[in-house]
């Protein structure tokens, strides 16, 4: 017996298995190439070297970030994990194959995150542009980030069929073509966009009417713009786009939106009603003549572009034709159409309209009332066809009874004026002609009444009396009427003393005391050292008028200065005549002294110092200031010839009619001036009025520049109001002027 000894060779009938299939690994995006991320362990259990020994290969998916180690299934980074392209999770198809005969084979995946975020992105800033006045939720713009992250693709290699009966169905594959044919990553895939999204947010710290959609982007209006309410010229703020990763990161923008202006505003008054006053002209016509207002004209429009809120104006109205408005300015006159035509007696007062339009498209407008007053002038002569035709006498006359008294009124005269106020229509009434001393007109009522003289020879029986009417205006109109007095004959024994008329004396005002301002004489019928006639003031009026009479010349002699712009314009007073004869006889005289007003008040400005600031870009021949002189004591009117000096030339202009301060073409720089302001009346040069006028003019650094803010400045580009000149005078007067600059 012997022994049989039956060798079983082994036959590769067992493939490897994986012993950690599927592995889902997270690895740092920082993680250092080389370093290894996992082993791949598996397990054959064929008996044989030959059957059991097992290799490695990585397939795809790695985009060739990752290599496989061949024999002992280490798995390693190869360099930068960044590196496009870049991916948050890496699926990787790693096979296992036998050495055996037919090679056997395995296949698994392993699953690499990496915790990749990459920051979104703005690709500019974002500037919009909205007309104010647009409605809430108006849609302003859209503003989008970009963010890597939400474009990335995951490749997914499909596995290759199971191939558990590969050496009994399909040939054997060599494994370098099995690698060949696999290891390109492209292959065939499924995309997939990661879940990422962004989120929207606005930030700073300035409250902006604006509210932005966080997953669009889109900007919309929370409120109503209004341009004229922005002081910058646009909103200026950052918006946030931040991505919704576990650790999120955040892209900023800068979002400028500028509010364009519209014209929106309607211009406005400073006041609702201007009054002003001009003088009648229909008797001597006032060219031009300014109409005198209580407040300058101004409308005021908010809009914020110069095309909006420049202003125009015109007037509007049936009783507006009589005037002209100037459409830059304002300034109101009298228009040509009614020069010559202003009439106190038909027409009291115009009202009208004023309007302001802007030159916006729309041509928004308002108005305001003007109410022009007109001052009455002497154009008007007292008249007495009134009085005669009502008398229903030709000629007038009256009788005088014989047992008439002295003192006694006989009649009355009357007059009237067509002048609307006083005093151009106060009257006051005189005897022009010779009375023989035997009658008087009362200066106000023009009463005729009997003096003592009425009983005294040389007697008529008719007397013929001359009385005038003068109004007390300036100048002085009159006119005159005759009425007869028919008297019953008496016989008188001897003779008084007879004035050879009453007299109203026109005096200028400050005569000064010891001036005679005129001389009264009588005459008497008798004859003989009788006839020697003495003057006095009538006991009634000593130490009430401000006269005296010379007794023997009749020469009236002021006793005291006479100012009427204080005092009495008028007086009125008798004047008694007697003779030397035995007994006495005497007569009195009425006299009438008038003081005539004189130019004699110097003018005076609402003001000594006029202040007022200005901008370097306002138009030219806007108006800064608008000094005024009068003179509230003379009624002579005074037209006044404004100048200013003592300062610099050709920044500003002044009307010499109106006293306008204007500023010129020329440009005008950052600083202080000051000007000497002069009102002189063209009537009496030696009457003057000064005031100060000082002008700020503001700083405008959008003009200079960098080197506005900075304080520099160049010949070409000076800021001084004064040129500061050349060469070495320029550095020593700019670095005082700059002082000026910054300090205003």
Known sequence: MSDLIIQVNDKNDNRPLFLNPNLDITIAKDTKAGSTIATMVTDDKDITRQNNQVLYVLVGGGYGKFSLNFDTGKLKLNGNVNRPPSRSVYILDIYAFDNGEPRNFAQTTVKIRVPFNNPPIFKSNATFSVHENQPINTHIGTIQAYDEDMQTISNVVK???????????????????????????????????????????????????????????????????DREAIDASAYVFPVYATDSAPNPETATATVTIQVNDINDNVPKFTHKIYRGRILEDNDSPLPGQLVKLDYVIFANDKDFEERNRNVRYFLRGKESRYFHIDKVTGQLIVGKTGVGRIDREVMEVFKFKIVAKDEGGTKYETSADIIVHVDDVN??????????????????????????????????????????????????????????????????????????????????????????????????????TEVEVRMQQRNFNDHAPVFSKSMVLFAPEEQVKGSVIGTVSATDADGGKESVISYSLHPNYIGKVPFEVNKKTGEIIVTQRLDRDFNDRQYQFEVVASDSGNPVLNTTTQIGVVLLDQ?????????????????????????????????????????????????PEGYFRIDSNTGN?????????????????????????????????????????????????????????????????SKGQYRRRHAYHRYLYYRY
Request: neutral net charge; charged residues 25%; contains cysteine.
């Open 599 to 647: 130019n004699d008040t110097p003018p005076k400005f609402t003001k000594m110092d006029y202040r007022h600031t200005v901008h370097p870009r306002f138009p030219a021949w806007t108006i800064v200031a608008t000094p005024f002189a009068y003179d509230d004591t003379d009624e002579i009117e005074s037209v006044y010839e404004y100048s200013m000096s003592n300062g």
């Open 159 to 225: 596995p290759i069929p199971d191939n558990k009966d590969s050496s009994k169905d399909k040939p054997f594959t060599p494994l370098k073509n099995l690698i060949k044919e696999n290891i390109d990553d492209g292959g065939d895939v499924e995309t997939k966009i990661s879940k990422l999204k962004l989120t929207y947010s606005m930030g700073g710290t300035i409250d902006v009417p604006f509210i932005i959609d966080a997953i669009t982007g889109q900007i919309r209006t929370t409120r109503v713009l």
């Open 661 to 725: 301060v204007m500023i010129t073409e020329r440009r005008l720089a950052p600083g202080v001036v000051t000007y000497r302001l002069t009102a002189t009346d063209i009537y009496n040069k030696s009457l003057k009025a000064n005031s100060i006028l000082t002008i700020t003019t503001m700083a405008d650094y959008s003009r200079y520049g960098s080197s506005g803010s900075s304080g520099r400045s160049s010949k070409g580009n000076c800021c001084c109001v004064i040129p500061c000149g």
């Open 379 to 480: 154009d008007n002569s007292p008249d007495f066809s009134v009085w005669a035709k009502e008398l229903g006498k030709a000629p007038a006359f009256f009788e005088v009874k014989e047992e008439i008294t002295a003192g006694e009124t006989i009649g009355t005269v009357l007059a009237s004026d067509k002048d609307a106020t006083s005093p151009n229509n106060e009257l006051i009434y005189l005897l022009e002609s010779d009375s023989e001393g035997k009658f008087m007109v009362d200066m106000k009522t023009g009463q005729i009444k009997t003096l003592s003289g009425i009983y005294y020879k040389p007697t008529r029986e008719r007397y013929k009396l001359r009385i005038s009417a003068h109004d007390k205006g300036s100048p002085t109109r009159s006119s005159e």
